[in-house]
């Protein structure tokens, strides 16, 4: 019976007999390599084990200085925890309207406030009555944002569905729009040439090769053109622009992986620290520089550094050869251009060139001349008992910000920068001059060792950060820009954005040669602050306002308790957004920000 059972079952050649004996032996290497794996630690973790890189300066205690990080996994962390509550109810998406939806800077509620001075494109946040709870839907067709640097010269049209700007400046060649693409050929209103050949240009005019020049403010940007090609010059710009009529121009801007924001002169000070900028620009950007009082003019000279540069181009200059194509006499423009010429003067600039539509001016170095002098040249006041650095929503003033003394003529207020790339490691002069509170050479040093031993981690992580997916970063607290720093090395830029709530170290940030914004993510806004900036004058309202006015300023016989009392009533606390539209940021990081917020 055995042989029978034998003759059905098949004959084994040799050839089924190696295969199945080589798949045995490949099982088993398989299965011992993998206990080798698990048995000891992965190359991150043992990076990790390793601890921070060795390094001379000891680890030093400060609030500013990031608390170490545990790149260990833990696995089993989740037991030690108690459970966790019940989810709260899902978020429903918003109408289909909201896609490109600024709570701050929403068109919807500019009429409430006054068009003077365009106070009404101003940052308005809405009330707590007035917040939204739904999530930003995105446009159909949303695609994944186009690679830097092909995105800087075109962007999926479904992304930002806007044909204003295509229509409108068609004849100027800011964009068009071929297919699915919105093509950006560096045209501009005043790039009748295209935006490198007036880089060029102004290179000629400007060092913008030499490492002098890092840091720009492109006031009136357009799509940011002009920031676009800066890059090639190692130049970081901060491109600003209001939503008006051409409201698509920052989105467009970021979603070509440019560094922008909303923003315009109005009444508050842009919301950067003195100093800031090595360069100021404005290509046509119709702003009434001689106007209010010269607020706007004395702004520029605020955020500029000493020795820095204010380019203007386009109306009034080279007003002879191009008034009848601007539609305006030619009397006007000369008046307008006089009126900048003189208030420049006052403002103690320097007038260093003027070439077809292009004119550069240079702030001085220090005040020495500037206060001998200014009763002969009549200059503005300068500003006193104001911090130079306060920008969030800090009203403008027609007055000259004073730089820090010097002990000489040939000193550079402030301290001298290095130029760029050494820029990136030196100690700031605002470090090295003790004027960050608890901030010394010692501890910027150790941060950078920091935050270099993180992002190697990071990387390791999220290998995107290394390619070309993510270009746009926001960093929530940035302390001493350490972040920012370690990521140089890649094709990304970061907003380094520094919470008001902490030490100012945004000057810091700007003197290592990248931008950033203050931002309070969580704020007190005071009801006497909602008055005045809504301009509501109604009788209600002016009898309301002067009523709080009389009991704070002049009766004292309340008690205590009644004080504290009537202060938390009329104090409104709300979160903020940032000025930005929706989808413009392809990587946030948050280090302690919840830290900074704990009790609130």
């Not at 970081?236 to 467009?252: G, I, K, N, W, Y």
């Not at 539609?327 to 208030?343: C, M, P």
């Not at 820029?423 to 960050?436: D, E, F």
Request: proline share 8%; charged share 20%; net charge positive.
């Amino acid at each position: 019976m055995l042989r029978s059972i034998h003759s059905l079952l098949p004959s084994p050649n040799r050839r089924t007999l190696s295969i199945l004996l080589l798949t045995s032996i490949l099982c088993l290497l398989s299965y011992l390599l993998g206990l080798y794996i698990h048995s000891r630690p992965s190359a991150v973790v043992a990076i990790a084990s390793a601890g921070p890189p060795s390094s001379d300066c000891p680890i030093i205690a400060s609030p500013l200085l990031p608390p170490s990080l545990i790149f260990l996994p833990r696995h089993a962390a989740a037991s030690s925890f108690p459970p966790l509550p019940s989810p709260l109810p899902d978020l429903s998406f918003c109408p289909s309207n909201f896609t490109d939806y600024c709570p701050c800077q929403d068109t919807t509620r500019e009429h409430r406030f006054s068009m003077r001075s365009l106070f009404h494109r101003e940052r308005h946040c809405p009330d707590p009555d007035e917040r939204v709870r739904c999530r930003i839907p995105r446009p159909r067709g949303y695609r994944r944002t186009v690679p830097w640097p092909e995105s800087r010269n075109y962007a999926w049209f479904a992304n930002v569905p806007s044909k204003r700007l295509t229509e409108s400046k068609k004849d100027q060649n800011w964009v068009r729009l071929e297919g699915d693409r919105l093509v950006f050929p560096g045209g501009g209103t005043s790039f009748p040439y295209g935006v490198k050949w007036y880089a060029n240009e102004m290179a000629k005019l400007v060092p913008l090769k030499s490492g002098e020049v890092r840091t720009v403010l492109d006031i009136g940007c357009g799509v940011a053109s002009f920031g676009g090609h800066l890059v090639d010059y190692n130049i970081l710009t901060m491109s600003v622009a209001p939503r008006d009529v051409h409201e698509a121009q920052v989105q467009f801007a970021l979603e070509r992986g440019l560094p922008a924001m909303l923003g315009v002169l109005s009444t508050y000070r842009l919301p950067y620290p003195s100093r800031s900028f090595d360069m100021a620009h404005c290509a046509r950007c119709l702003i009434k520089w001689a106007g209010h009082e010269g607020s706007y003019l004395m702004e520029i000279d605020r955020v500029l550094r000493p020795g820095g540069y204010w380019v203007l181009s386009g109306p009034p200059i080279n007003w002879k050869n191009s008034y009848k194509g601007w539609g305006r006499t030619a009397q006007d423009l000369e008046e307008e251009q006089l009126a900048i010429e003189s208030l420049a003067k006052r403002l103690c600039w320097k007038k260093t060139v003027e070439k077809g539509p292009i004119a550069v001016w240079r702030k001085p170095t220090n005040h020495v001349h500037c206060l001998k002098k200014s009763k002969i040249l009549k200059s503005p006041p300068f500003c006193a008992r104001t911090d130079p650095d306060a920008a969030w929503y800090e009203r403008l003033k027609s007055c000259i910000t004073l730089l820090p003394k010097v002990d000489t003529i040939d000193e550079i207020a402030g301290g001298t920068l290095a130029k760029w790339p050494k820029r990136l490691n030196a100690v700031p002069p605002r470090i090295s001059s003790g004027t960050i509170r608890g901030v010394t050479s010692q501890t910027f040093n150790h941060d950078n060792q920091v935050w270099n031993h993180r992002i190697s981690h990071y990387a390791a992580y999220i290998s995107s950060i290394k390619g070309s997916r993510y270009r746009n970063i926001m960093d929530m607290n940035a302390g001493l820009g350490g972040f920012a720093a370690a990521l140089s090395k890649y094709p990304v830029w970061v907003m380094n954005v520094v919470p008001t709530a902490k030490n100012n170290t945004l000057g810091v940030i700007y003197e290592r040669g990248f931008i950033g914004t203050y931002m309070d993510w969580y704020v007190h806004i005071s009801q006497l602050d909602y008055f005045w900036k809504s301009r509501t004058f109604s009788l209600p309202n002016m009898l309301i306002e002067a009523k709080i006015y009389a009991i704070l300023f002049f009766d004292t016989s309340w008690s205590l308790k009644f004080w504290e009392l009537m202060l938390l009533e009329m104090f409104n606390v709300r979160c903020e957004a940032f000025s930005t539209y929706p989808r413009t940021y392809d990587f946030i990081h948050a280090d302690s920000v919840f830290s900074l917020y704990m009790d609130k």
